[in-house]
Each structure stands twice: as structure tokens, then as C-alpha cells.
């Protein structure tokens, strides 16, 4: 049963920082492509940031110079660390995996606010 888990998430001050943590299991982890994606108040699912099994990065504009994804293979674990967030970061975030088919995560709530 393929299974992952989101943590980290919660209420920081626009500025702040915050380390999320997607924990899979189930899954040969270090084949899959790893994704974080995030959905705000009254917004559709966005793509914000994703890594190969090789190490290569990806992110959305949006994020691009605040946010990192990582993965520690010997964990089976993805991480986004989030610095200098702003408002309108604030949402759920997924974590999907990808290989022959996607597996997704339940989400974390973020919000950043005053």
C-alpha cells in the first residue's frame, strides 16, 4: 500500500520560514520523481516545485530564490524548505510521486499571516 505523509506545515508571520516533509512509503522511492504542488483559498491546484531521482530541480516562478525541495533517499523523504513567505503562499500542499503513475499525499495547511 502506497502511502504519503505530509508534516511541517502551520502558521508562520509573513517573512518567516517553515520546512516541509513528505515521508513515502510503499513505493521504491529513489526511482520516482518527486513533486510538490499547493492549492489556495479559492484557487486551483498549482505546480510549485519537483526533483528527479537524479538530484535535478525544478520550481515555479513564484517561489523561485525562497523555496528548496531536497529528498533524502535513505529516508524515503521529500522536503520544501519555505523562507521568506508571503501571504498568498499560504494553501494546502501535496506531495506527489511520480513514476508509471502518480501517487499523491493528503496535504499540509500553510499559512502565513499576520
Known amino acids: 500500500q502506497v502511502q504519503l505523509v505530509e508534516s511541517g506545515g502551520g502558521l508562520v508571520q509573513p517573512g518567516g520560514s517553515l520546512r516541509l516533509s513528505c515521508a513515502a512509503s510503499?513505493?521504491?522511492?529513489?526511482?520516482?520523481?518527486m513533486y510538490w504542488y499547493r492549492q489556495g483559498p479559492g484557487k486551483e491546484r498549482e505546480f510549485v516545485a519537483t526533483?528527479?531521482?537524479?538530484?535535478?530541480?525544478n520550481y515555479a516562478d513564484s517561489v523561485k530564490g525562497r523555496f528548496t525541495i531536497s529528498r533524502d533517499n535513505a529516508k524515503n523523504t521529500v522536503y520544501l524548505q519555505m523562507n521568506s513567505l508571503k501571504p498568498e503562499d499560504t494553501a494546502v500542499y501535496y506531495c506527489?510521486?511520480?513514476?508509471?503513475?502518480?501517487?499523491w499525499g493528503k496535504g499540509a495547511l500553510v499559512t502565513a499571516s499576520s
Open positions: 506527489k510521486a511520480q513514476y508509471a503513475i502518480p501517487y
Open positions: 510503499g513505493i521504491r522511492f529513489s526511482i520516482y520523481t
Open positions: 526533483i528527479t531521482s537524479g538530484g535535478s530541480t
